[in-house]
């Protein structure tokens, strides 16, 4: 229930709070006074989309609280919870306004998102006016107002409409996969056979790359090494040795000046069979096939050309080739992979259909006993003769079935039935909009709702009938009227007139409360106009009880 709004600096506002109370609040005052303001105030706090400019002319911002009970069970709490906000007994909505346009937000002092405050708003007030801006008039909206009042969950429904989508998605990538392996069956076939016979693995490339390096560059160096090895094997030493048996020979008449360099001689031939052997060792090493230079090449060779013919890197060509493998292996069990996508469709197909016929048949139901509730609402609003008709008829199917859910009324007896905003008039708009109003919401608890000139284009009984109508739907919570009606006022535990003056050159709307004397003043004057009669005073004590 709203306890209390506050308003500050709004439009022609400056500071104005008002407390309202359980059971029938109405809202009076001359066109243009500013009624209509206190529920864009409303709406502002509430996180509704309405006016861009709110802020009064020559203030810096503009300022909106509003205040809720919040009993246990209420189901803010829940929006509550899953917004991260922990609930209390009373529920503070604060929104600010700059006159830059920035808006903000906080919810007992926690500062939130205007989506917040909408899905708050959802549990918390219902707004209508005969220019019905929230579904009732808009065919595209009756069939989740009948879940709603039905209390139809659409979950498993939905969840069977996307697993119906997913699985026929699945079998249409199948089906254009499959046409695109058979349409180049031909090539993949050949691909695959191609790399499979050269069967090229990860880091091949660059280790027979490092192999043919090495390869070239022995072929180089080894006819330099060749010939030093022949030189020292077959001149140097033989000429050492011829030396040193020369000198051996004639050591001993020498008187021992050729021992030091036969010494020599001698290490230096024993270095000499150490560098034959370094030369030789080193031959060895660098012998190779020449036919084994010329296979690897070619083998090199055939991995890049291959890459290159594929767009890939001589490394990445095992995986193309396992993923070629599986395209080959996809195409030849196509035939039995479609049929288990087909198998998977017709499940999901049928699980669809019999969420969708279930929700159908609740909806059906649902319609029937929304009709009988109109036509109880309606008898009392002087419309007994009107006919309330909740029309299902078949539709393409989608997420919230394969249902058309439409609102139709019929005035009169053998007039033709038609769209509520096409066949009523004004009046009859009023109060169809209201019976519908308190058939989908009224046993909503714990919800304000809020009428905004539903009475327009009625008077005198029927006016008394909306005004009754409305009284009995406040008795069990909390209505707020804005009213022209007299009759409608006279119904209302709870009056405040609203009020337009001129102060210091500026324009101010304010709102009084009403005590009794106060009420007569008012409903006369909606009675009679601005020159109040005795007349007119003595009619509003009758429609308030007091004649």
Not at 85 to 102: P, Q, S
Not at 514 to 535: K, N, T, W
Request: with cysteine; aromatic share 4%; proline share 3%.
């Amino acid at each position: 229930m709203l306890t209390s709004l506050q308003i500050r600096d709004v439009l022609i506002i400056d500071r104005l709070e008002l407390a309202f109370q359980p059971g029938l609040n109405v809202l009076t005052g001359e066109t243009g006074a500013g009624k209509s303001i206190l529920l864009d105030a409303l709406g502002f706090v509430l996180g509704w989309r309405g006016r861009a400019e709110l802020v009064r002319s020559g203030a810096a911002q503009g300022e909106v609280v509003a205040v809720f009970d919040l009993p246990p069970g209420h189901a803010a709490r829940g929006v509550l919870a899953e917004a991260g906000i922990e609930a209390e007994d009373e529920l503070i909505l604060r929104r600010v306004n700059t006159v830059d346009g920035r808006k903000t937000a906080w919810v007992n002092d926690r500062r939130v998102s205007g989506e917040v405050l909408r899905d708050l708003s959802d549990s918390l007030v219902e707004l209508h006016g005969q220019q019905d801006d929230r579904g009732l008039l808009n065919p595209r909206g009756h069939r989740a107002l009948l879940d709603a009042f039905a209390g139809i969950d659409l979950a498993d429904l939905r969840a069977a409409w996307r697993g119906k989508s997913a699985a026929r998605a699945r079998m249409a990538e199948a089906h254009a996969a499959l046409a695109t392996a058979q349409a180049e069956e031909e090539w993949l076939r050949h691909a695959v056979a191609e790399l499979d016979k050269l069967d090229p693995q990860p880091g091949e490339d660059a280790l027979l790359d490092t192999r043919r390096r090495a390869m070239q560059g022995a072929a180089r160096i080894r006819a330099d090494i060749a010939r030093a090895h022949q030189v020292l094997t077959e001149g140097a030493e033989g000429q050492m040795r011829d030396a040193q048996r020369w000198l051996d020979g004639a050591a001993d008449r020498a008187d021992g000046r050729l021992d030091a360099p036969l010494a020599a001689l001698s290490r230096a031939l024993t270095e000499l069979d150490e560098a034959s052997e370094g030369v030789e060792a080193a031959l060895r090493g660098l012998d190779f096939d020449p036919h084994e230079l010329e296979s690897l090449e070619e083998r090199l060779f055939a991995i890049r050309a291959l890459a290159r013919k594929h767009s890939v890197l001589p490394d990445d060509l095992g995986g193309l080739a396992a993923r070629l493998r599986d395209r080959l292996q996809a195409l030849d069990a196509g035939s039995a992979g479609l049929a288990r996508l087909a198998k998977d469709v017709a499940e999901a197909d049928a699980a669809y259909l019999a969420a969708a016929t279930d929700v159908s048949a609740r909806r059906k139901a649902a319609a029937g006993r929304l009709d009988s509730a109109m036509a109880a609402e309606l008898a009392p609003l002087k419309m007994e003769r009107a006919v309330f008709v909740t029309e299902i008829t078949a539709a393409d199917a989608g997420p919230d079935g394969s249902d058309t859910v439409t609102f139709t009324v019929a005035t009169n007896p053998g007039a033709p039935a038609g769209a509520l905003n096409k066949i009523a008039s004004g009046g009859e708009l009023s109060r169809f909009l209201l019976a519908l109003k308190v058939c989908l919401t009224g046993n909503t608890p714990g919800l304000t709702m809020i009428f905004d000139e539903i009475d327009r284009g009625v008077g005198g009984a029927t006016a008394d009938a909306v005004g009754r109508r409305l009284q009995a739907l406040a008795g069990g919570g909390q209505v707020l009227v804005v009213t022209h009606s007299p009759q409608v006022a006279a119904r209302g535990a709870h009056h405040w007139r609203v009020e337009k003056r001129v102060s210091n050159g500026q324009t101010l709307s304010t709102v009084t409360p009403l005590d009794a004397p106060d009420r007569i003043e008012e409903i006369a004057r909606m009675l009679a106009g601005d020159v109040i009669s005795d007349a007119a005073r003595a009619a509003a004590r009758a429609l308030l009880g007091q004649a």
